[in-house]
């Protein structure tokens, strides 16, 4: 321990602390300014920037003591005397903060560009920012926002926003509104996991197999147990429930105990007073390995060769078959003047949220916990609970998961990560403890996009019309089964593209292999079907001698198509409708109704390519697909909205808010979210499959309605007049020129023993499994976006220089950010 | 993960040397720490006992101009040096280089002493101080000895400096001469994440009525240390200074030289085909400066 003395913020401090801090850390632990966040450890990403004398720096790998005399800024400094900075009112304003983990780093990054240069360009602003990363808001946004609070700080009117439009009668839902959480995000208060600190907390690692696939022989703890300042060590042996967890299939170890099957398994688990002491005492284990024979490609695994990694699985290696047939193909490539046929692969994907996984175990009865209680940023919190619940031997209700905000998602933390490992360790050691892997455990350990091999055959007439469709997918589960048979159900039912195909084969063979499990990734699967049916769509329309974009409009599906899996398209069908967007756009960009798709310029090759693409709303497929909020009123007039749905940064919480406001007729401020606590919020589902908007925004509207409703009769009672002639205004309630506040109806519902409390379970419109025939899913989302690309034809490189997509319905809320950062 | 026990920061190099006497081998020279933390944690050694931080030494942080020389210390930031105006014209080749170098928050803490002492064969400064004919003040077994930066190395990451006990002080380089001579550099890189470039490539040119009458260049990685191109310079002594001669000299280049493949950066054959652009594009970029 060593003195360390700076300034922060304009504060001075002096702290004795160890002389191995890095600023991040002592920023964090010590000075207890957690606004700051940490994302790799190894200056990649740029979050955890702030600014020594003025100059940004990655505080992860910039000593502290480095930092001695000098004077540092943090997020927690912008703010000054309860007023925020330009730049934070700016990416309040414009939308530039979604899950909000960069939101410090981008806006020190921008505070010290606008220091030195409060009129900067977008290429300087891009420049600045370049190791600053977003994941969630696609950067526009940002960008927008960095140029106004310079515009701000010029004493310049702030660039407008880009505001959706306004759909009449509607008084709060599509109007701009800041999102909930918006103001803790940008001041540096939001509490990630990481950010909860509990006294007598200690500290967690894995640790895990280096082998692909591997048989145990033999785990020896003892020397690691012996380490001072260990708490626990703790192996498959100390599992009191099941030892398997998974959302679809439980095939997935909590600890490994004969078996490892990929290079990132768990084997053991460590509790310990530092993070030091629990990383050295992984160091001490010993794990005996015999190696075994590596599947490593999903066809390889289709094979009688391969070794059978999950020998209770009763179709082997075949995680599950899909299959889709619709009319009859062989006609279909007997009426096609042409047929194109390819096999594409696609990659390994990582997420690449920004915030790694972390989970607090609490031990039941530690404080004002009465039960094991997990804190986690998870997607599903109550699947957590129940996988939990199992492995721990208790009954689901012994279980609280409380769900803290969410450093982005994006379907990578849908799985189990450390949440039953933490419950474990809490309740052996009878302390809370804290697991945070780092950057690179959760490269190694969460399911990822699944890689792809894709055979596909497309036939069309010599009109354009496209007459069949045949395709083969292999997708790549990875070891464990994680969502693997949901995620290549999607991306076989949507191999047809969102075309009209009257005869369609296709068959996926979802596969185990000693590879890292794949599972949900945006766009779950159809992002490489679609991959490889827009490739074939350009090499049809390239044989036809066709324009690319009127071969898809040919083809678009639109009501009255029945899709591959038999479902007739009756209403809503969008496609037709984002083609002319994109048309219309690339016509004003070559300033005639021509459009050039491919030139070339010196060494420089240009192109542009347009894609289209569907995906289902809600899970389908005949899965019971619901939904539950609840709603309470309170006496100082404001209302409380309950659901575990999870706001990963695409801004649930801000819609249930919305819903409710609307059917309530109170001010959007008046409103404010609970979200994903097993113990105080109704099961709001699985936020995958784009259905929380739909599903527990309905939940919430219902549930306002049933609000509004007891509300009014309770306030015709009050005030003693008929309830239809009630009226809403603004927080009021009306009759006849006289009014009452929300508030002291509440009052009197409570006087009088009513609860001013409604729920509602929103149930989707009813599916119907795959091979039915019938309706798979009740909605469907349609989109095109065009892109021109660059290419340097002497060094291969590539520059994507323009996307234009398809213009938004009307939105909920103002946020763009999903869809750029779809787009970018 | 702790990477470290003690952390010093000398304000002299007799104290930094002093400090590296007392941990006798414990302890290790840091700059700006962004090669040295980063490896250090991924690594995962046990913590290094002691850190000895050079940039609070006033001679190490300096840039200056004498008549002979340009002086470059060896903790000099790449922000300092993209932003000295006395680098702009005498080292465009360093300013381009160290300008391409991470992002600004690295940039602000890294230094062209790290970059050179990290011994990479890719440096992006080392690239141009090698075509800068850049000499390197070191002290070595506690002397001090000025000696040409090319021949610091030993090998990928291996550097005549013990890393526990030397250190490298300052680069003194002539400055170019205007109207007559000029540099160059560019790179061709991933769009993102890996730290080195898939191949960099410095030259420095003297044009005399219209030919070559002296050229440096640095194409890095080749082998496994930074190294002149000297048969290619040779090749140009002499010739008109014209896109004919340029296009000779790149495809000698592409011929001669044979870069290997790198499972992070590039296959043999893609570096092959690129030293050919890469050189044409730099000699092009320093020819039309003067
Ligand atoms: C995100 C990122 C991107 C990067 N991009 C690039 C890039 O594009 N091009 C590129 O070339 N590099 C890149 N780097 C690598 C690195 O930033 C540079 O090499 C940098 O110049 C190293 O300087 P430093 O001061 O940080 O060195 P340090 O990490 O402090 O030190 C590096 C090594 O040199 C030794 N050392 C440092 N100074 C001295 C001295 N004065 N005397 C003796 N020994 C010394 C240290 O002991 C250590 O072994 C990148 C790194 C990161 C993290
Ligand atoms: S750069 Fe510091 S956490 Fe990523
Ligand atoms: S808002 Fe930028 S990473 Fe989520």
């Given amino acids: ?339 194109v046929e390819r096999e594409y692969t696609t990659p390994t994907t990582e997420h690449a949220f920004l915030e790694p996984e972390c989970a607090i175990g609490i031990p039941a009865g530690y404080a004002e916990h009465e039960k094991l209680t997990v804190y986690v940023g998870s997607q599903i919190p109550y699947q957590d609970r129940n996988q939990i619940a199992r492995s721990m031997n208790l009954p689901e209700e012994a279980v609280r998961v409380i769900g803290t905000l969410i450093g982005g998602g994006f379907g990578g933390k849908e799985d189990i990560a450390g949440q039953i490992h933490v419950a474990l360790l809490a309740t052996v050691t009878g302390r809370p403890v804290k697991m945070l892997y780092t950057r690179q455990e959760s490269l190694i350990f969460h399911p990822k996009r699944h890689a792809t091999i894709i055979r596909i055959k497309t036939g069309a007439t010599r009109e354009g019309k496209l007459t069949a469709v045949e395709a083969e997918l292999y997708g790549d589960g990875g070891a464990y089964a994680s969502l693997s048979d949901k995620v290549m159900t999607r991306a076989t039912t949507h191999a047809t593209g969102p075309y009209e195909v009257p005869h369609a084969r296709i068959d996926c063979y979802a596969m185990y292999t000693n590879n890292v499990p794949s599972g949900a990734f945006r766009g779950f699967g159809v992002t490489q079907s679609a991959f490889a049916v827009e490739q074939n769509m350009d090499l049809l329309a390239q044989a036809l001698n066709l324009d690319p974009l009127e071969f898809r409009l040919l083809n678009a599906q639109k009501v009255g198509v029945t899709t591959a899996t038999g479902q007739l398209l009756r209403e809503s069908v969008g496609l037709i409708e984002t083609l002319e967007d994109v048309r219309q756009d690339l016509h004003a960009h070559f300033q005639q109704p021509q459009i050039t798709w491919g030139w070339r310029e010196g060494t420089k090759a240009y192109g542009w390519g347009i894609a289209c693409a569907y995906k289902n709303t809600g899970l389908g497929g005949g899965a019971p697909d619901r939904s539950e909020a609840e709603i309470e009123a309170f006496e100082d007039g404001s209302i409380e909205v309950r659901t575990a749905a999870a706001d990963m940064g695409q801004g649930i919480a801000h819609v249930v808010a919305q819903c409710a406001a609307e059917e309530l007729h109170v001010a959007y401020d008046k409103v404010r979210v609970l979200l994903c606590d097993t113990d105080l919020t109704p099961n709001g589902g699985p936020t995958t499959a784009s259905r929380q908007t739909f599903m527990t925004g309905n939940a919430a509207r219902r549930a306002a309605i049933a609000l509004r409703e007891a509300l009014t009769q309770s306030a015709a009672e009050m005030m003693d007049v008929p309830p239809q002639q009630i009226r809403y205004e603004e927080g009021l309630l009306r009759y006849n020129g006289h009014s009452v506040e929300v508030g002291k109806v509440v009052g009197w519902m409570k006087a009088n023993g009513l609860a001013p409390r409604t729920r509602h379970e929103y149930h989707a419109p009813a599916t119907q499994p795959l091979g039915s025939g019938g309706d798979m899913h009740f909605a469907f989302s349609y989109a095109t976006q065009a892109a021109l690309v660059e290419v340097d034809t002497e060094t291969g490189e590539t520059k994507v220089l323009k996307i234009l997509s398809h213009r938004r319905g009307p939105a909920l809320v103002t946020a763009a950010g999903p869809l750029q950062d779809a787009r970018h | 993960m702790k990477l470290w026990n003690h952390y010093h920061t000398p304000a002299s190099t007799a104290e930094a040397l002093q400090l590296l006497r007392d941990y006798a081998g414990q302890a290790r020279v840091i700059a700006g720490g962004t090669d040295l933390l980063v490896e250090m944690r991924a690594a995962g050694h046990a913590p290094q006992e002691a850190l000895i931080d050079i940039t609070g030494i006033p001679e190490l942080t300096r840039i200056e101009a004498t008549p002979e020389y340009i002086l470059i210390g060896a903790g000099v930031t790449h922000t300092q040096l993209v932003k000295s105006p006395l680098l702009a014209g005498a080292a465009t080749c360093l300013v381009e280089s160290c300008g391409v170098v991470g992002g600004p928050q690295v940039r602000n803490v890294a230094t062209l002493g790290g970059n050179v002492a990290h011994a990479l064969p890719a440096g992006d400064g080392t690239t141009s101080l090698v075509a800068l004919a850049a000499e390197a003040e070191i002290v070595k077994d506690g002397a001090r000895a000025w000696l040409p930066v090319e021949k610091l190395f030993l090998g990928a990451g291996r550097s005549l400096l013990n890393p526990a006990q030397d250190l490298l002080l300052r680069f003194r380089f002539a400055p170019v001469a205007a109207g007559r001579e000029a540099t160059a550099f560019s790179r061709i890189m991933r769009p993102q994440g890996v730290a080195l470039p898939i191949m960099g490539c410095a030259v420095w040119v003297q044009v005399t009525a219209g030919h070559f009458s002296a050229a440096r260049i640095s194409i890095a990685p080749i082998g496994p240390t930074p190294a002149r191109a000297t048969d290619v310079e040779a090749a140009l002594s002499g010739q008109p200074a014209t896109a004919t001669t340029i296009e000779q000299a790149a495809a000698l280049a592409q011929a001669t030289l044979h870069p290997r493949t790198s499972k992070y950066r590039a296959t043999a054959d893609y570096r092959q085909e690129m030293i050919g652009v890469l050189l044409r594009r730099t000699l092009t970029a320093a020819i039309e400066r003067i």
């Fill in chain 1, 1 to 339: 321990m060593s003195s360390l003395e700076l300034t922060i913020n304009g504060k001075r401090y002096a702290l004795d602390v160890p002389e191995s801090r890095t600023l991040a850390h002592f920023l964090r632990h010590d000075a207890g300014l957690t606004g700051t966040k940490i994302g790799c450890e190894e200056a990649e990403c740029g979050i955890c920037t702030v600014l020594v004398d003025g100059t940004p720096v990655d505080s992860c790998i910039y000593p502290a003591f480095k930092a001695r005399g000098r004077s540092i800024t943090t997020v927690e400094g912008l703010a000054q005397d309860g007023h925020l900075h330009p730049i934070q009112r700016q990416f309040v304003r414009h939308g530039a903060v979604q899950c909000g983990f960069c939101t410090p780093g981008l806006m020190m990054t921008a505070t010290a560009l606008l220091e030195e240069n409060p009129d900067p360009s977008d290429a300087d602003i891009k420049e600045a920012l370049k190791d600053t990363f977003c994941r969630c808001t696609g950067y526009t946004s940002v960008l927008h926002a960095i140029q106004s609070a310079g515009r701000e700080l010029r004493g310049l009117e702030p660039l407008p926003v880009n505001d959706p439009e306004v759909v009449e009668p509607l008084k709060v839902i599509s109007r701009s509104v800041p999102p909930q959480e918006v103001y803790a995000k940008v001041t540096g208060a939001a509490r990630y996991t990481d950010d909860y600190h509990f006294p007598g907390m200690l500290y967690a690692r894995t640790l895990r197999s280096p082998h692909a696939h591997a048989r145990i022989i033999r785990i020896d703890t003892a020397a690691a147990r012996a380490l001072p300042g260990v708490q626990a060590v703790l192996t498959h042996e100390d599992v009191p429930g099941e030892n398997l967890h998974g959302l679809v299939y439980r095939d997935w170890p909590v600890l490994c105990h004969d078996v490892v099957r990929y290079a990132g398994d768990a084997v053991a688990i460590v509790a310990a007073d530092s993070e030091d002491t629990a990383a050295a005492a992984l160091h001490l284990i010993q794990v005996e390995y015999e190696l075994l024979p590596v599947v490593a490609d999903p066809k390889f695994a289709h094979t009688p060769q391969a070794p059978v990694l999950h020998p209770n699985h009763p179709t082997g290696n075949l995680l599950k078959h899909i299959k889709v047939r619709h009319g009859d193909v062989e006609r279909g490539f007997a009426e096609a003047d042409v047929i």
